[in-house]
């Protein structure tokens, strides 16, 4: 009962980090409005400067930053207790490449610059691709191996790809403006994009949220699992597809945010007592709380520089890394 | 009644036919012994009998088809000890075995008293309630293997089918394991363990089944199917027969003279 209570009291604390990280992201940016004057034009109907700031640009920064991170989060914990490898992360399959791809290539035919949703459209067309190809190479019998060698395989070609169009960039502008798109960011996004990557998150979430049971089973091994009662092709549809929605929608309006969905079910994994289907929940809280936080300290840190939310979370997230790997060594020898 | 029977059962892995034709049937209040030399396709035919390998022939569970009911209900019927004790995260002993009911629970629904009871009755049975807290990750390979038995029992189906259940145990608890398996089978379920201790198979198992290059070479009680000719002929060793407290003991001495092999 007592690894139970741990587990809850876990759950409300990260509840509450995110709550408050959430809030944080609502009232800190270079307009310095006052935290109850920012509630109150949030939810009053006034069309003075202060409501249009907060729900046009605050707000929905602070929605991707809790959508995403939790996104980063869940998909990380899913793909790591599937593949049974501490190693795997939402980027593994291939997604967010080639979502990054479809990105570059609305950036580089114009298309972004003719129709504002192009670039989200189109690296969610490359997302659906990514899994598509993954899915077909891996075949259904549900093999992790194979999935992780064409995923590594989908996002060389498309990392591949993606210089092209850099290579061939007809000037440099285009080429500035993919790379900073590729570096990851939540600045100027509008309520457009919480509605164009929300249904496609809540798909996903669902479909990976429901893997708790299969996961714990996996623990054991595929085929034990399988003997338990597992489909093992239904975990693989929802596993793959599921994380192709949520991070497909989430690569599309943000770029590529690394190292959350590897960290963050790795910190988080001793405290749930490693059980995967609890880290689920735990992972998704963890991965908003990380994200958000990231999001507030990209405007303390460097308001007037645009600094990009994936250049801080890889700064902070490989040395931490780092320093888990050096914790685990310790704990061998 | 039969709980599980086989007709020409073929399995091809990678192209080269690993199974051949093989027919048999395992009735309830069986504790069968499959035993035969590495490569044989003892590992081969429980994992077909589970659904995890593509076969030719049929295969029935309880008078329906394999291939025709879901991994769930077959789960049901069937609990499976894998050769590979494969744990991959760092969880407590009582959560392995908790494991075990999951085929048994509604979607979400947490763990019932009676289903506790069934997971505690499997650790005793087992001997790994002194550990039932420690991370099974750090267990020793015996020890884990015991958890894993464990949590096959927890499954509490009519059909147990184990791969090499007693590599790696100590001798007190490998008999303990072969006599656990004795009284499931008198309790009316079945189970069929793949072997290499011939020893052990002599003196336990109600029945066994002598697979060699993919072809049930013998099927009877252990007497029958343990002789010094098919020893030869199929192991390639000789041995030393005798009878301790009514029940038979094998035990192999040397590698048979080759030019004597299957004569």
């Not at chain 1, 270079?30 to 006034?46: E, N, Q, R």
């Not at chain 1, 899915?135 to 591949?160: D, E, H, K, P, Y």
């Not at chain 2, 295969?59 to 789960?75: E, N, Y």
């Amino acid at each position: 009962m007592t690894v139970n209570l741990r587990y809850r009291l876990l759950v409300a604390l990260l509840a509450a980090a995110t709550l408050v990280l959430f809030l944080l992201s609502l009232t800190v940016g270079p307009a310095g409005i006052a935290f109850g004057d920012s509630m109150v034009a949030l939810f009053s109907g006034k069309a003075d400067a202060v409501t249009l700031i907060m729900r046009d640009i605050r707000l929905p920064r602070a929605l991707l930053g809790l959508m995403i991170g939790a996104t980063l989060g869940l998909s990380g914990a899913v793909l790591q207790g599937y593949l049974r490898n501490p190693l795997a992360e939402p980027g593994l399959l291939g997604i967010s490449a080639t979502a990054s791809l479809g990105a570059v290539l609305a950036i580089y035919t114009g298309l972004s610059a003719a129709f504002a949703l192009a670039l989200p459209l189109a690296a969610l067309a490359g997302a659906v691709l990514a899994v598509v190809v993954v899915q077909a190479m891996a075949g259904t019998r549900g093999n992790s191996l194979l999935i992780i060698l064409a995923g590594i395989a989908v996002t060389s070609f498309a990392g591949a790809m993606t210089s092209l169009a850099l290579n061939l960039s007809p000037n440099p502008f285009a080429a500035l403006e993919i790379m900073f798109w590729m570096l990851g960011s939540l600045t100027d996004r509008s309520m457009t994009h919480v509605w164009l990557a929300g249904p496609f998150m809540v798909v996903g979430w669902v479909m990976l949220g429901s893997l708790g049971r299969s996961l714990d089973a996996l623990t054991l091994g595929s085929e034990t699992a399988a003997s338990m009662g597992i489909d093992m092709r239904r975990v693989q549809f929802l596993a793959v597809f599921g994380t192709a929605a949520c991070v497909g929608a989430g690569t599309a309006v943000s770029g590529a945010i690394g190292f959350v969905g590897l960290v963050v079910p790795h910190i988080l994994r001793p405290l749930v007592g490693s059980r995967p289907s609890r880290l689920l929940l735990a992972s998704a809280l963890g991965g908003a709380c990380v994200v958000l936080a990231a999001d507030v300290l990209v405007r303390l840190i460097a308001p007037e520089r645009d600094l990009k939310l994936g250049v801080l979370t890889a700064i902070v997230g490989a040395p931490f890394f780092l320093w888990l790997v050096f914790r685990a060594r310790r704990r061998l020898t | 009644m039969t709980l599980l029977s086989s007709t020409g059962l073929s399995v091809s892995l990678g192209g080269k036919q690993v199974l051949h034709d093989l027919t048999f049937s395992v009735a309830a209040g069986e504790f069968v012994g499959l035993i035969g030399p590495n490569g044989a396709g003892k590992s081969t035919l429980l994992r077909s009998v589970l659904g995890l390998l593509p076969f030719a022939g049929t295969i029935l569970l309880d008078g329906k088809s394999a291939t025709a009911i879901g991994a769930r209900q077959r789960a049901g019927k069937i609990a499976y000890l894998a050769q590979e004790r494969e744990i991959a995260w760092d969880v407590p002993v009582e959560a392995v075995v908790a494991l075990g009911r999951s085929p048994h629970l509604p979607s979400f629904a947490a763990l019932t008293d009676a289903d506790r009871a069934v997971i505690d009755e499997a650790m005793r049975r087992m001997d790994v309630e002194a550990f039932s807290h420690r991370i099974a990750t750090e267990l020793s390979g015996g020890e884990k293997a015991r958890v894993l038995t464990a949590r096959a029992l927890a499954q509490d189906t009519p059909l147990l089918l184990a791969d090499e259940p007693t590599a790696g145990l100590d001798p007190s608890h490998q008999i303990a394991l072969m006599r656990l398996f004795g009284n499931l089978a008198r309790d009316g379920r079945s189970v069929v363990a793949s072997l290499h201790d011939l020893g052990l198979a002599a003196r336990w198992c109600s029945r066994l089944i002598l697979i060699d290059r993919g072809r049930i070479v013998a099927d009877g009680p252990p007497e029958t199917v343990l002789t010094q000719e098919t020893l030869r002929a199929v192991y390639g060793v000789e041995a030393f027969f005798g009878d301790a407290d009514g029940a038979r003991i094998v035990h192999p001495l040397d590698l048979a003279d080759p030019g004597s092999a299957g004569s």
